[in-house]
């Protein structure tokens, strides 16, 4: 059983940075895909980011390219989300999850390919 935890959350003022991590037990970190998705209230569970097992291929989502950095370590099994240039919009509580089945493609993007999640860290960007 996979189990994901998720820190890093906060308040920070717009434009500012903050770090999310998440960290993977059970099964074997590095052979799945990993990814990130936000869920703001009264909207529907968005993605963020996504990596292949190896970290040589990622995905992200078109309001958070340029500003988002997903990454991971397979040696400490965790996986990284570097969130720069903060934007209001971007406040949302954010999930981890792990692909665990699925090969890494374009359908990554999709909440529905991945297997288990964490429980969520809030971000909260004020203007």
């Known amino acids: 059983q996979v189990q994901l935890v998720e820190s890093g959350g906060g308040l920070v003022q717009a434009g500012g940075s903050l770090r999310l991590s998440c960290a993977a037990s059970g099964g074997t970190f590095s052979s799945y895909a990993m990814g990130w998705f936000r869920q703001a209230p009264g909207k529907e569970r968005e993605f963020v980011a996504a990596?292949?097992?190896?970290?040589?291929?990622?995905y992200y989502g078109d309001s958070v390219k340029g500003r988002f950095t997903i990454s991971r370590d397979n040696a400490k099994n965790m996986v990284y989300l570097q969130m720069n240039s903060l934007k209001p919009e971007d406040t949302a509580v954010y999930y981890c999850?792990?692909?665990?089945?699925?090969?890494?493609?374009?359908?990554?993007?999709?909440?529905?390919?991945?297997?288990?999640w964490g429980q969520g860290t809030q971000v909260t960007v004020s203007s």
């Open positions: 990596i292949s097992w190896s970290g040589r291929s990622t």
């Open positions: 999850a792990a692909d665990y089945t699925s090969a890494f493609n374009s359908r990554s993007v999709y909440e529905h390919e991945y297997d288990y």
